[in-house]
């Protein structure tokens, strides 16, 4: 239900059903996948943009056999080219400066593309039980809308999730329905 901004709220997204979100938006467009590296099996993202866009390209930092992810740092890289949808899936909490990524990934996207963020949600209790050692900063709804305000994106929808996990118990479903949040931006005009 929109909250007069154009967020939905707590629209929930079963698990891998944001793949779907987020296929849905990369159909037949160029695409900029942020963080490809390390997909595998169930949660291969990137194969799924790969076999869904018109034309894909992957960056990230730990090295690849495939031909179309490009080693190197989204803060500082430049493709010298626009893209009509930038993808950071769980990304931005690993970024050593937040703010850089942005404002590259800003730079990349066209005008009228959308920049797609999944990230986990810093104020859901399940973060606390078991932290990723490689996470520099963590978000709830209300920094991560902040900042990607102070980096020229307006949150056109906002959607709780469960998290990756391909199956959840009823129980887990309930302790992890707003585990992460998946966010849909575009540049401001």
Known sequence: MPDGRGESLSRPVCPLIREDVILALVENKDVLDIGSVGQSGEYDLWGKIRRTARSAVG??????????IVRGNM??????????VVVMGDVIEHSDN????????RGHLKDDGVLIITTPNAKWFTI???????HTLWHDRYTLSRILDRHG???REFRYYFGNKPRY??????LSLRQAMLVICEKKT
Do not use: M, W
């Open 169 to 174: 118990s009823l129980l887990k479903k309930l």
């Open 98 to 105: 937040q703010g850089l990524l942005l404002d590259n990934a």
């Open 59 to 68: 960056i990230d930092t730990e090295p690849s056999e495939d031909e179309h």
């Open 75 to 84: 803060e500082t890289y430049s493709f010298a080219r626009q893209f009509d």
């Open 153 to 155: 994106f307006r949150v």
């Open 128 to 134: 606390a039980l078991k932290p990723n050692p490689t």
